[in-house]
T-cell receptor
Framework: AQSVTQLGSHVSVSEGALVLLRCNYS??????LFWYVQYPNQGLQLLLK??????LVKGINGFEAEFKKSETSFHLTKPSAHMSDAAEYFC??????????FGTGTRLQVFP | GAGVSQSPRYKVAKRGQDVALRCDPI?????LFWYQQALGQGPEFLTY????????KSGLPSDRFFAERPEGSVSTLKIQRTQQEDSAVYLC?????????????FGPGTRLLVL
């Protein structure tokens, strides 16, 4: 069965610092992988997704993620954090079914 | 264009009451999903429609939960005899054609509180 593990329920960084949010997946075959962001009282917004092809995926708002099959990881990074990046971030996976399997989320705090 | 909309945004129900949550997907999107997000957790899949056909309802937690999409557009999630453990945010998402490769667009959710 597919599953997603997000290490660290809370991550705090200073404005301008590197953002690194970790995601590991469990799947017998390469899945499709997603990162979503959720702002308070709002729905989920897609940041980026990996389906096939290039393993380094660039998304919106300066975020990117790299699919590493050998490590079963899909970590999200951003070189320089902004205050507006403070939100909840969810990693998700889908395989042969259409439903998304989400991790438990990582809350990102950005300090001035 | 307009995104996915959900109503009501907030619902308070007394235990045992029936509730109905509405989802208006993006126009033309054939696939529609319902997810349940408990406090402090990630969303969990409930059910999936392709047009009016309910292709997967494996995530519905009990027979008190029922979803429909009779004309292949608007969907309603109904919860009968609500219990306190039903308190959560209910998210609706829609996508076009093949959902595995297409982005699922999420609505703002309905926050249900059962007292």
């Amino acid at each position: 069965a597919q599953s997603v593990t997000q290490l660290g329920s809370h991550v705090s960084v200073s404005e301008g610092a590197l953002v690194l949010l970790r995601c590991n997946y469990s799947s017998s075959v390469p899945p499709y992988l997603f990162w979503y962001v959720q702002y308070p009282n709002q729905g989920l917004q897609l940041l980026l997704k990996y389906t096939t092809g290039a393993t380094l995926v660039k998304g919106i708002n300066g975020f990117e993620a790299e699919f590493k099959k050998s490590e079963t990881s899909f970590h999200l990074t951003k070189p320089s954090a902004h205050m507006s990046d403070a939100a909840e971030y969810f990693c998700a996976v889908t395989l042969y079914t259409d439903k998304l399997i989400f991790g438990t989320g990582t809350r990102l705090q950005v300090f001035p | 264009g307009a995104g996915v909309s959900q109503s009501p945004r907030y619902k308070v129900a007394k235990r045992g009451q029936d509730v109905a949550l509405r989802c208006d997907p993006i126009s033309g999107h054939v696939s529609l999903f319902w997810y349940q997000q408990a406090l402090g957790q990630g969303p969990e899949f409930l059910t999936y429609f392709q047009n009016e056909a309910q292709l997967d309802k494996s995530g519905l937690p009990s027979d008190r939960f029922f979803a429909e999409r009779p004309e292949g557009s608007v969907s309603t999630l109904k919860i009968q005899r609500t219990q306190q453990e039903d308190s959560a945010v209910y998210l609706c998402a829609s996508s076009n054609r093949h959902p595995r490769v297409e982005t699922q667009y999420f609505g703002p959710g309905t926050r249900l509180l059962v007292l």
